[in-house]
């Protein structure tokens, strides 16, 4: 079974510019989180998608944009990048809801470093 | 979002016992709480969630205390590959859980 792989491992952009982040989530599951990490922080929750709807969104501007595919894969758009959006960017799958509880599955993240 | 407390750092020796504090004053009925480490470089892995009783996997166990505004994560024997940043997070299920900052472990070899 493979796990939740997100691409690209490493990504250096400039200010102000666009950028798209890509999250294959685990065989099966159909929800998918986006989380960012600054350095020596916490994650902190971006936003949420379920069967390619946007299922709750947290404290982040409207240029952090999603999308869910037909497969369940991911993406994340960030527009006119600023220099603190400079973070590790997690994603997150879970198996279909309908359990008690679900578990979240991270990928290794990938990081975006603005210049 | 309700609120977790945890110590910035603990250490702990390998193969000894490591509890993990966390409060939670605030807790509402449906929270669960829920234990994820991050591992260096790595994201963050589930280890054990619980509702009301304490609970055990093969991780860990987990104590949830009466009043339910506190609760501790216990690793029965600590090895250096569970040096780690452990958080402890509330929120109702699985949804959009919100990350504190965790507890940072140090395991002394």
């Known amino acids: 079974e493979t796990g939740v792989t997100q691409s690209p491992t490493h990504l250096i952009k400039t200010r102000g510019q666009q950028v798209t982040l890509r999250c294959s989530s685990q065989s099966g599951h159909n929800t998918v989180s986006w989380y960012q990490q600054a350095l020596g922080q916490g994650p902190q929750f971006i936003f949420q998608y379920y069967r390619e709807e946007e299922n709750g969104r947290g404290n982040f501007p409207p240029r952090f944009s999603g999308l869910q595919f037909p497969n369940y894969s991911s993406e994340l758009n960030v527009n006119a990048l600023e220099l603190d959006d400079s973070a590790l960017y997690l994603c997150?799958?879970?198996?279909?809801?309908?359990?008690?509880?679900?578990?979240?599955?991270f990928g290794p993240g990938t990081r975006l470093t603005v210049l | 979002d309700a609120k977790t407390t945890q110590p910035n750092s603990m250490e702990s020796n390998e193969e000894e016992p490591v509890h993990l504090p966390c409060n939670h004053s605030?807790?509402?009925?449906?929270?669960?709480i829920h234990w994820y480490r991050q591992l260096p470089s790595q994201g963050p892995e589930y280890v054990i969630h619980g509702l009301t009783s304490n609970v055990n996997n093969r991780m860990a166990s987990l104590a949830i205390a009466e009043d339910r505004k506190s609760s501790t994560l216990i690793l029965h024997r600590a090895t250096l590959r569970d040096a780690a940043v452990y958080y402890c997070i509330l929120s109702y299920r699985d949804d959009k859980i919100i990350f504190g900052k965790g507890t940072r472990l140090h395991i002394l070899p």
């Open positions: 997150a799958s879970s198996p279909p809801t309908g359990a008690a509880y679900n578990e979240q599955f």
């Open positions: 605030t807790i509402s009925g449906t929270d669960y």
